[in-house]
């Protein structure tokens, strides 16, 4: 089975620190990768993990413990522009996403 | 670099016709290329991964006949939607991987919107 879960929807305050969890159960793993999505357009790629630790890209760090079938999205000094759904994904020989974090960035 | 495109982004079609759908590699040579539907408030569901020259391998629960996939080229992909119906419409994106992409990322299109009326 596709066995990935992430939160349906989280709320943050502009310029906090907000964390995305991504929780997944595969029999292969060739990585996991994160997507930005706002309504009505495709995802945009964020990040990739295939090692264990955290992966750091500006504002946005995501971290990967494969032993626990574990991601996590961090997004730090929040802008109301990073309201949208974010997506992790796992990689077998194609990709599995989850049902995406819809995240509402407020004032 | 690494462009997706797809065309057309948007399309209105009266039930029982067919849509085609194109997907192009605008920059580089795509060694496969997939189709996802997105439902509203859903997540991509990936229907079929399509290499070039070889025929589509289509996801348990996908019709293959109603959802014909064509990889004519290393840059080039279409997806035809035969006899659609009302429950057709969604939101179709393909995505593409590199032949040099060390990392295997999919580059996405911008997708298309189908109705069926």
């Known amino acids: 089975g596709q066995n990935i879960d992430q939160p349906t929807e989280m709320t943050a305050t502009e310029g906090a620190i907000v964390q995305i969890n991504c929780t997944y159960q595969t029999s292969g793993f060739n990585g996991l990768f994160w997507y930005q999505q706002h309504a009505g357009e495709a995802p945009t790629f964020l990040s990739y993990?295939?090692?264990?630790g955290l992966e750091e890209k500006g504002r946005f760090s995501s971290f990967l413990s494969r032993s626990k079938g574990y991601s996590y999205l961090l997004l730090k000094e929040l802008q109301m522009k990073d309201s949208a759904s974010y997506l992790c994904?796992?990689?077998?020989?194609?990709?599995?996403f989850g049902t995406g974090t819809l995240l509402a960035v407020q004032p | 670099g690494a462009v997706v495109s797809q065309h057309p982004s948007w399309v209105i079609c009266k039930s029982g016709t067919s849509v085609k759908i194109e997907c192009r590699s605008l920059?580089?040579?795509?060694?496969?290329m997939f189709w996802y539907r997105q439902f509203p408030k859903q997540s991509l569901m990936l229907m079929a991964t399509s290499n070039e020259g070889s025929k589509a391998t289509y996801e348990q629960g996908v019709e293959k006949d109603k959802f014909l996939i064509n990889h004519a080229s290393l840059t080039l992909s279409t997806l035809t939607v035969t006899s659609a119906h009302p429950e057709d419409s969604s939101f179709y994106i393909c995505?593409?991987?590199?032949?040099?992409?060390?990392?295997?990322?999919?580059?996405f299109g911008p997708g298309t919107r189908l109705t069926v009326t």
């Open positions: 994904a796992y990689r077998t020989n194609k990709l599995i």
């Open positions: 995505s593409a991987t590199s032949r040099t992409s060390g990392t295997y990322e999919q580059y």
């Open positions: 993990n295939v090692l264990d």
């Open positions: 920059d580089f040579q795509a060694t496969t």
